[in-house]
């Protein structure tokens, strides 16, 4: 704090609740001005490769929201892990409001809300680029010309952590990259690289305290460009006020599903890791691996 506000003298800092990847905290500055500070993780060295480059993916995706006036988090200051606390970390101004799965958000306003939601989520998959990848990749140029290419090393990368860490046979890992591969055309006809959330659930939807607006869409640090159905791996906003908000449903097309189910298996098979090695959660790690390996089976057939 000193750093950034030299002369704000004395502040107060509150531990904020729900996260698990980072650590935020609420910092009050005795002017009554509030920030929000994200702090990445310690251990890096068990972090998927990806996840090293979250911060610089944060701020390159709210420079897009803000450029067509979508409301998400305003950044202060970003470092990397060479930074005075020996961390990555975002600054961001405070944002008042609760999450969308709050016990807090009156029932009778969640369809409204949603379709608030859905309408964003509609002008954030309009945001395009001439590559897809991670944003932290495409600032730098790091991008992929075809979105087969970055799904499948995607893929590659989380099965390898989980053979290297015994958490998945070798053979295992074979057949559910071999279905990847037969995979190849779905992932083709994803030509036009959209600005995606790649971590959108209720938490990281913020709403107004009286219910009545979105606040913002937080934690975009995973953001990529790709194809917009990848916002869509499971069915948890299958709320027909969101659709109606977003402008068209989901497509029922049999390579539509079938491309969404694979979307799944990659969200699987990273939160299978991250569960096991990043949170040392055995219990809801086999859960991710027991679902990759039925929906693999099920894609089998």
Not at 42 to 53: A, F, K, Q, S
Not at 80 to 101: A, F, H, M, Q, V
Not at 239 to 244: D, E, G, I, M
Request: proline letters at 6%; hydrophobic letters at 40%.
């Amino acid at each position: 704090m000193t750093q950034h506000f030299p002369r704000a003298g004395q502040f107060q800092s509150r531990l904020a609740s729900g996260g698990l990847f980072n650590t935020s905290y609420t910092l009050t500055l005795a002017d009554g001005q509030r920030y929000m500070l994200t702090a990445g993780p310690v251990n890096r060295d068990l972090l998927i490769p990806y996840e090293r480059h979250l911060m610089p993916g944060a701020v390159a995706a709210y420079a897009l929201l803000q450029q067509v006036h979508l409301p998400c988090p305003e950044v202060v200051a970003q470092a990397d892990e060479s930074s005075c606390i020996r961390r990555s970390y975002l600054l961001t101004r405070y944002i008042p409001g609760k999450p969308l799965n709050s016990p807090d958000v009156a029932p009778n306003a969640r369809d409204a809300l949603y379709r608030q939601f859905g309408a964003y989520m509609k002008r954030m998959h309009a945001i395009t680029a001439p590559c897809f990848g991670r944003l932290s990749d495409t600032a730098a140029g790091r991008g992929f010309t075809e979105w087969n290419t970055f799904i499948q090393m995607t893929m590659r990368t989380a099965l390898k952590l989980l053979v290297g860490h015994a958490l998945l046979d070798q053979s295992d890992a074979q057949q559910l990259f071999a279905r990847f591969d037969e995979a190849t055309p779905l992932f083709k006809n994803i030509t036009k690289p959209a600005l995606v959330h790649a971590d959108l659930w209720e938490p990281n939807i913020l709403v107004s305290e009286d219910d009545q607006q979105l606040a913002a869409v937080i934690d975009a640090d995973r953001a990529l460009f790709g194809d917009p159905e990848f916002d869509f791996p499971s069915d948890w906003l299958a709320r027909t006020s969101f659709f109606s908000g977003y402008g068209k449903p989901l497509s029922t097309d049999p390579a539509a599903i079938r491309r969404r189910q694979f979307y799944h298996l990659v969200y699987l098979a990273q939160d299978a890791y991250v569960w096991a090695v990043e949170y040392a959660d055995q219990s809801e790690a086999r859960r991710c691996l027991t679902e990759l390996m039925d929906i693999s089976h099920t894609l089998a057939n």
